[in-house]
Structure formats: structure tokens, C-alpha cells
């Protein structure tokens, strides 16, 4: 299971895309809501309604946790302590984790970048704790841990997770069935 955690403010292609192509990887896929409600307006004023609470998942290994980027959305997350324990506890008993633009400060926030290559949105370094920046770079991969540079890597950012998580053969059939090249 892939939960992506969506914060008020949250940047809608960022969650959306990846969400979309996973789905379209065989890849089971729930918005998960950071705050009491599961109505969750986007950082351009698009509303999506999550499948469940944030705070009412537990991530076990095998799944991965989603951050999208939008200040809005990561600052929600931030000051939600209940999600923010989630993503604690999930990285704790070896959930994989994602990350884009400035949702990896909030796996910064735990210490979870300590000394991995991560990409971020420009100009976001440094809320990124100890993590080692690539902002050239629009996806890297350290390890399990996936992330993403900005709105614009959003495809890219969701065909790197699905090549993670079901290969790279089934990245690239959606990547073709959605008439994508780079």
C-alpha cells in the first residue's frame, strides 16, 4: 500500500500524478488527510477528498509513505503531531518513504535525512537537516528513500516510485501507455 499524506496547501500534481500512475501500475494507492477532515484544499484551491485520516493509518513494511511538496501542505503536516508520530513510527519499522519539493523537510524535521542524497525544490536546502542536496537533479534515489524536485518532476517523480515499488518494465509500459517521453 502507498498512503500519500496530503497537509492543507498541499501541491495537487505532486500528490495527484504519482497517485495516477501508480494506480495505473497496479499499484494499490490511498490519499491519506493530515488534520480532522478529510476534505483537503491544494496550494491552487483544488479540493481533494482523502480515503482515511492520517492519523488513523500504520504504514507497515511493504508500504510506503508519500509526502507532497506545497509549504502549505508540509507546514500542516510539521505542526500535526499525530501524523508526524505516524511517519516516525512507519520509518521506524522499515516503511519506505517518498518525497517531493518541500516534503522532504518534513522527513528532515524527524532526522530521517541525516546523510542521504536527496533532490528539493530549489531554494528549500535548507530545511533539508544533514541531507546531502541535488537540486539539479529532478528525482534521486538513496536507498528505499525516492525524491523529487518540484511540480514539473511530478511524472517522473511518480514513474521512479512505480519502477521502486513493481519495476522498471512496468514503469515503463505506463510511461508508454501514457504516450510520456522525456
Not at 496547501?9 to 499499484?27: C, M, N, Q, S, Y
Not at 535548507?126 to 536507498?143: F, N, V, Y
Amino acid at each position: 500500500m502507498v498512503y500519500i499524506i496530503l497537509g492543507q496547501g498541499f501541491e495537487e500534481i505532486e500528490a495527484v500524478a504519482p497517485g495516477d500512475i501508480l494506480r495505473r501500475g497496479g499499484v494499490e494507492v490511498r490519499y491519506a488527510a493530515a488534520g480532522d477532515t478529510l476534505a483537503v484544499p491544494g496550494s491552487t484551491g483544488i479540493t481533494v477528498t482523502a480515503d482515511i485520516l492520517a492519523r488513523n493509518i500504520a504504514p507497515a513494511k511493504g508500504d510506503t509513505v508519500v509526502i507532497p511538496g506545497g509549504m502549505g501542505g508540509v507546514n500542516t503536516i510539521k505542526h500535526d503531531a499525530e501524523t508526524m508520530d505516524m511517519i516516525s513510527s512507519a520509518a521506524k519499522n522499515g516503511v519506505e518513504l517518498a518525497a517531493i519539493c518541500a516534503g522532504p523537510s518534513v522527513l528532515a524535521k524527524l532526522g530521517l535525512l541525516d546523510g542521504r542524497d536527496i533532490t528539493c525544490y530549489p531554494g528549500c536546502e535548507k530545511l533539508m537537516g544533514k541531507a546531502r542536496c541535488h537540486c539539479d537533479e529532478t528525482t534521486m534515489q538513496d536507498g528505499s528513500l525516492i525524491t523529487g524536485r518540484a511540480p514539473g518532476a511530478a511524472l517522473d517523480f511518480g514513474y521512479a516510485l512505480l519502477a521502486h515499488l513493481k519495476g522498471e518494465h512496468v514503469s515503463e509500459d505506463v510511461r508508454e501507455g501514457m504516450c510520456y517521453r522525456v
